[in-house]
């Protein structure tokens, strides 16, 4: 079973910031594409952002310009700057790898709440 750790999430006004973070296992995480997901009550699972081991990123268009994903290799760790957060960015926030060829792991999920 492969452990995903994430943190930051939390509480915070509208036009705040928060910064996730997920750390992975050494074994996988130089391999893997890592990802941030979101799910808000009643709605399905969504991609947030994307970074693959070479750097490639990819993003939601709702999150485009607010939202960074990074990853620091050293650290087996990825990051998700959230800055200009609005309300319907409220979500449990999950950490995803995609390991190849055929493995994807989950975190446990961290809760974002952005208040008006």
């Known amino acids: 079973q492969v452990l995903l750790v994430e943190s930051g999430g939390g509480l915070v006004q509208a036009g705040g910031s928060l910064r996730l973070s997920c750390a992975a296992p050494?074994?996988?995480?130089?391999?893997?594409?890592m990802g941030w997901y979101r799910q808000a009550p009643g709605n399905h699972r969504e991609l947030v952002a994307t970074?693959?081991?070479?750097?490639?990123?990819n993003y939601a268009d709702s999150v485009k310009t607010r939202f960074t994903i990074s990853r620091d290799n050293a650290k087996n760790t990825v990051y998700l700057q959230m800055n200009s957060l609005k309300p319907e960015d409220t979500a449990v926030y999950y950490c995803?790898?995609?390991?190849?060829?055929?493995?994807?792991?989950w975190g446990q999920g961290t809760q974002v709440t952005v208040s008006s």
């Open positions: 995803n790898a995609d390991v190849p060829p055929r493995l994807n792991y």
């Open positions: 050494g074994s996988i995480f130089n391999i893997a594409a």
């Open positions: 970074i693959t081991s070479d750097y490639s990123t």
